[in-house]
């Protein structure tokens, strides 16, 4: 089986514009979730997804949206960029809720 | 609130010697519990994983971890380190009422010498 696939790898922005990202779950998972991380934070969770409803959400403010399609396919955006939101944003999917995630390589987005 | 604690955000050990990464957790239910590895530009890979039953979990690599609930513990050990262990080493825990959100520790960057 193919693995998650995340697009762009990577992305450099300005501040004030948007972005979206896109992320391929493992074929038949149906959860996607959504991390952010960066040198200072760590790994923080940002929102999960399971057949096209967003189930759980993370402590960021309301420029980070997600969503996700009837082929579980997922794709998250952030508008008016900030410096701070330079990061690596990672994919993960599962069968369901609390079953294994597995992890895209990530998207590093660069804003300046 | 869950969260995790990584015990040493940087662990130095020589080639052949033990490995031993530290991993506190605070959670309300019984906690499912992950150790995940990330190499240099890479996403996340999954070392091993506690559910439920056997408290000794063995995993790729030949790592492996002992849940040990009266400590609240989830230390992850590797009796012979190899030179292509060196990346960074993250534990994580998932309640049960919150579904696919990970609980993620600090990380601990694990360096081998020669």
């Known amino acids: 089986k193919a693995g998650v696939t995340q697009t762009p790898r990577y992305l450099i922005k300005t501040r004030g514009q948007q972005v979206t990202l896109s992320c391929s779950p493992i074929s038949g998972h149906r959860s996607v979730s959504w991390y952010q991380q960066t040198p200072g934070q760590g790994l923080q969770f940002l929102f999960e997804y399971f057949s096209e409803t967003q189930r759980n959400k993370g402590n960021f403010p309301g420029r980070f949206s997600g969503r996700q399609f009837s082929n579980s396919r997922s794709e998250m955006n952030v508008s008016t960029l900030e410096l701070g939101d330079s990061a690596l944003y990672l994919c993960?999917?599962?069968?369901?809720?609390?079953?294994?995630?597995?992890f895209g390589p990530g998207t590093r987005l660069t804003v300046l | 609130a869950q969260s995790v604690t990584q015990l040493g955000s940087h662990v130095s050990v020589s080639e052949g010697a033990l490995v031993l990464l530290r991993c506190n957790y605070s959670s309300s239910v019984p906690p499912y519990l992950f150790w995940y590895v990330q190499y240099p530009n890479q996403g996340l890979q999954l070392l091993l994983k506690y559910t439920t039953g056997a408290t000794l979990v063995k995993g790729i690599n030949g790592f492996e971890a002992e849940f040990k609930k009266s400590e609240t513990s989830f230390h992850l050990t590797k009796p012979s380190a190899h030179m292509s262990d060196a990346a960074e080493y993250f534990c994580?825990?998932?309640?049960?009422?919150?579904?696919?959100?990970?609980?993620f520790g600090q990380g601990t960057e694990l360096s081998v010498k020669p």
């Open positions: 994580a825990v998932s309640e049960g009422n919150q579904g696919g959100k990970l609980i």
């Open positions: 993960a999917s599962s069968l369901a809720g609390r079953n294994t995630q597995y």
